[in-house]
Structures are given as structure tokens and as C-alpha cells.
């Protein structure tokens, strides 16, 4: 399951980060860690970004990141 499986107002737990280094390295910078809770707040009227809480913050993320994204 990936962030973008999630509904709004739904949570999960990172499990591993599937996305390029550049991309990953960035990502774990921001928080988004194994074992971070993550809750789907929206997504944009277009379809993209995403936004979702990760640590107490909002983070507006592109979709094609977020499937990179493996939740528990």
C-alpha cells in the first residue's frame, strides 16, 4: 500500500522509501522516516500534489512520489 491508497483523513505507518536517492535522501531529511506516521490531509484540485501530515507538519508532495512511498 502506498500513500496515494490512502482517503483523506486515513494514516499509515512508512515502511521503506522505494524512490530514487536524490528523491529519498531529501524525503528523509524533510522526517518522512521508516516508521513515521503519515496521514493523507488532500489532494489538490488537479489531482496533484498531494498533501499530508508527517511529525506535527504539512508537506505537499508530487503523486508520482508518493506511490514511491510503502506503508504499512
Same mark, same amino acid.
Given at each position: 500500500m502506498t500513500i +496515494?491508497? !490512502?482517503?483523506?483523513? /486515513?494514516s499509515? /505507518? =512508512? !515502511?521503506?522509501l522505494n524512490l530514487s536517492t536524490k528523491i529519498k535522501n531529501k524525503l528523509l531529511e524533510l522526517g518522512l522516516t521508516p516508521g @513515521?506516521? +503519515?496521514?493523507? +490531509? %488532500?489532494? @489538490?484540485? !488537479?489531482?496533484?500534489? =498531494?498533501? =499530508?501530515k508527517v %511529525?506535527?507538519?504539512? !508537506?505537499? =508532495? %508530487? %503523486?508520482?512520489i508518493a506511490q514511491g512511498i510503502t506503508l504499512k
Open positions: +496515494v491508497d !490512502l482517503k483523506p483523513g /486515513q499509515g /505507518q =512508512i !515502511l521503506e @513515521a506516521s +503519515v496521514m493523507f +490531509v %488532500r489532494t @489538490a484540485p !488537479l489531482g496533484d500534489p =498531494i498533501n =499530508i %511529525r506535527g507538519f504539512n !508537506l505537499g =508532495i %508530487r %503523486r508520482e
